[in-house]
C-alpha cells in the first residue's frame, strides 16, 4: 500500500467530535502513515498537542492565523513559544494574511505575520503559510523577513505559477490539497505541472475543502489518497511514487526522522 503524509489537517475540529478515533482508523487503512495537525490559537494549539500525545503518527504546528490576529496578545507569542518546545511541535504555522474574510486589520495581520516569522527563525523551525487573496503582501513580507533562512511550506497554494516561482526561490515547498482534484481547477493544475518534484507536498486541510468526487461533504485525512492521485497524474508518475516523494519531502521539511 502507498504510504502517505497528510502535511495539514485540522483533525480536533469539532466536526470529528463524533468519530475522531473512526476517521483515523479510515485514514490508516488507506494508507496515511503521518500527519501534520495544525493548532492556530490558543484552543486548538492546546487540542494539536493533546493529540499529538495520544496518537504517535501525529505531529503538531503550532502559530496564529491571520483571520484570529485581532484576538491575539502579546503574551501569547511568548506562549508559542514556550509551547513550541514540546518534542512532536515541528512548525510555526498556519501563519499569515488573509484578506478573503475580512476580521482582522491588514495591518496587525502583517504585524503578527512578520513576528512568528521572526519567533521561527529564533528557534530554527519552518513555517506553514496560509495565504488567502494576499500573494503580493506575503511574498514581500517573507523577502524582507528573510524567511528563506527556515523555509517552509505554501499551504494549500492557489497563487500563480509567477508567485510559486518566487517561493520555491525562497525555499518553500509548495503543498497541494483538494483543489487540485477539481475539474476546473487550472491555475493549480498549472502550478503543480511546473513546480519540481521534490519541493511537493499533498494535504486534505480537512474538515475543509474536500476533493472530488466528495466536494461539498465533510473532508478527511483518508482523502489524501484522492489528492494523490491527481498529482500522479498531472505528474505522470504512479500513486505509490507520488507517495513515496512526498512522504520524503514532508520528513526532511520538517526533520521527522
Not at 49 to 61: F, G, I, N, P, T
Amino acid at each position: 500500500m502507498t504510504a502517505l503524509f497528510d502535511t495539514h489537517i485540522h483533525m480536533d475540529s469539532t466536526k470529528y467530535n463524533e468519530d475522531r478515533h473512526e476517521m483515523i482508523a479510515r485514514a490508516k487503512e488507506a494508507g496515511v502513515e503521518l500527519f501534520l495537525n495544525i493548532g492556530f490559537n490558543r484552543e486548538t494549539i492546546a487540542t494539536t498537542l493533546a493529540l499529538a500525545d495520544q496518537y504517535s503518527e501525529v505531529y503538531a504546528a503550532i502559530g496564529w492565523h491571520p483571520v484570529d490576529t485581532i484576538d491575539m496578545k502579546d503574551d501569547d507569542l511568548n506562549w508559542i513559544e514556550e509551547q513550541s518546545k514540546h518534542p512532536k511541535v515541528v512548525a510555526i504555522g498556519e501563519i499569515g494574511l488573509d484578506y478573503h474574510w475580512d476580521t482582522s486589520p491588514k495591518d496587525l495581520q502583517q504585524q503578527r505575520f512578520r513576528e512568528q516569522i521572526r519567533l521561527a527563525k529564533k528557534i530554527g523551525k519552518p513555517i506553514v503559510i496560509h495565504n488567502r487573496d494576499a500573494h503580493a503582501d506575503v511574498v514581500q513580507i517573507l523577502r524582507e523577513e528573510n524567511a528563506a533562512e527556515v523555509g517552509g511550506v505554501m499551504h494549500c497554494f492557489s497563487g500563480s505559477w509567477e508567485i510559486a516561482k518566487e517561493c520555491l526561490a525562497m525555499n518553500f515547498y509548495i503543498s497541494f490539497g483538494g483543489p487540485v482534484t477539481f475539474l476546473n481547477a487550472k491555475m493549480p493544475k498549472e502550478v503543480l505541472a511546473n513546480t519540481p518534484i521534490d519541493k511537493i507536498l499533498i494535504e486534505t486541510d480537512a474538515p475543509y475543502l474536500t476533493p472530488h468526487p466528495f466536494r461539498g461533504k465533510r473532508n478527511e485525512a483518508a482523502y489524501v489518497a484522492l489528492v494523490a492521485e491527481s498529482v500522479a497524474q498531472i505528474k505522470g508518475l504512479s500513486v505509490e511514487e507520488i507517495g513515496e516523494i512526498t512522504m520524503r519531502n514532508g520528513k526532511k521539511l520538517f526533520g521527522i526522522v
